[in-house]
Nanobody, 124 residues
Framework: QVPLVESGGGLVQAGGSLRLSCAAS????????VAWFRQAPGKAREFVAGINWTGTSSFYIDDVKGRFTISRDNAKNTVYLQMNSLKPEDTAIYYC?????????????????WGQGTQVTVSS
């Protein structure tokens, strides 16, 4: 497992923006895919966005398409989630996760390393 550190969460009004970061320390020379998941109170953890090793392919759940953008900077071992036009229903703890394969999936069980989570709260 690789330590992951998320940052960038906070409180924002509906319609606002946040950018989450996920830094993977100690990863050198291995291709890995990254995904963001979220978990709202009383709900199961759900996939939000994923990106492959090269950054050339990404995908999203329908609810965030056109509003969220996942990107990565492999030189910095960091992945970002830009979240625009935030809605109250986006409120959740957001987690980044990595898997030791170049292609991302939507299944939490496919990911071996997880961050501690960062809280995103969107007020109406």
């Amino acid at each position: 497992q690789v330590p992951l550190v998320e940052s960038g969460g906070g409180l924002v009004q509906a319609g606002g923006s946040l950018r989450l970061s996920c830094a993977a320390s100690g990863r050198t020379g291995r291709s890995y895919a990254v995904a963001w998941f979220r978990q709202a109170p009383g709900k199961a953890r759900e996939f939000v966005a994923g990106i492959n090793w090269t950054g050339t392919s990404s995908f999203y759940i329908d609810d965030v398409k056109g509003r969220f953008t996942i990107s990565r900077d492999n030189a910095k071992n960091t992945v970002y989630l830009q979240m625009n036009s935030l809605k109250p229903e986006d409120t959740a703890i957001y987690y980044c996760a990595t898997r030791n394969f170049p292609i991302a999936t939507t299944r939490p069980s496919d990911f071996s390393s997880w961050g501690q989570g960062t809280q995103v709260t969107v007020s109406s």
